[in-house]
């Protein structure tokens, strides 16, 4: 399934959507239910700047629930055309808690440092009180190094 919109310089905003369920009858994600409601997700996204040619193309993957970590992930990983230059675009990652409360969030790129050949993360954890943030902590890892600021 998919959808367009219309921009205003004339272009196409594309959006590719798959189907999902969710519990309907507990809030707890590890319980397994029979009542389940279905609905869409993206999956994919991309600019269309003429017919048939789309840049700025987006992949989404899901893990609706993780019983060892607690937490639910969605990976958005962009994907280059073959006639793309520069290095290649980061993989962003959003956690969330029990509660669909972000909890962290996570930037990879692959082509970092001063050679371009090294891999940096940047790691942003939230602790909550209730639904408000009251710390954030980012940990940079670029090559074998790391530090982390509060």
Known sequence: MGATTVRASGGLTGFGYTVAYKDLDNDDPSNDNPSQLGYYRVSKR?????????INVSEFAYVDWDTATNRSRTTRTPRRGTDDPGVPPAVEVWEFNQEHELIAYEVTGQSSGASRD??????TEYQLCGQLPIRETTTITLGGYSRQEV
């Open 118 to 123: 090294q891999v940096e993360k940047r790691r």
């Open 46 to 54: 991309w600019d269309e700047v003429e017919p048939g040619v789309q």
